[in-house]
């Protein structure tokens, strides 16, 4: 075997493990993207459902598309406070449904009712004293639901 043959050999098979890790880039991005991620739960807001730790989760993205979530499902969210932050919280209500909530849980029991306005739904954590959720920055727009929680990755 000659150095030319040997090396366009060696060439051969660089170039088909390269095109092999771009593939496997490829279906990491589209299931990123489309299918499901993962994301980290971090702080006291959603307690007792997740820890203060932080807690691994999976979500998945095709129910936000075809609008199969509903009240009680844990979302995340991107927040609409800092749109760098993904936030987990629980779906309350959804367009056109009554939500009642307490307006400050730490210093009364003063409730207010509002009706979720198309194309929005009301989210809290499960801690209401500890949680920046809609009753602070009120009903979210649908299309900052960025996926479904249905997994939480045991620790």
Not at 44 to 58: A, D
Not at 110 to 129: A, C, F, L
Request: aromatic fraction near 10%.
């Amino acid at each position: 075997m000659s150095k030319f043959q040997q090396w366009a050999f060696i060439l051969k098979d660089a170039l088909d493990k390269t095109f092999l890790v771009a593939k496997c880039f490829c279906a990491l991005h589209v299931t990123n993207t489309y299918l499901c991620s993962p994301g980290l739960v971090l702080g006291p807001s959603m307690l007792p459902t997740f820890g203060l730790s932080g807690e691994l989760v999976l979500y998945e993205r095709i129910s936000t598309r075809y609008g199969k979530v509903g009240s009680g499902d844990v979302v995340v969210i991107r927040s609409p406070e800092n749109p760098r932050k993904v936030v987990t919280k629980r779906i309350i209500g959804m367009e056109g449904d009554s939500v009642t909530y307490v307006v400050d849980p730490k210093n009364s029991d003063r409730t207010e009712t509002i009706v979720v306005p198309k194309g929005h739904i009301w989210i809290e954590g499960d801690n209401i004293y500890l949680s920046n959720d809609s009753r602070k920055f009120g009903p979210v727009p649908y299309g900052l639901l960025q996926g479904k929680v249905f997994w939480k990755v045991s620790t």
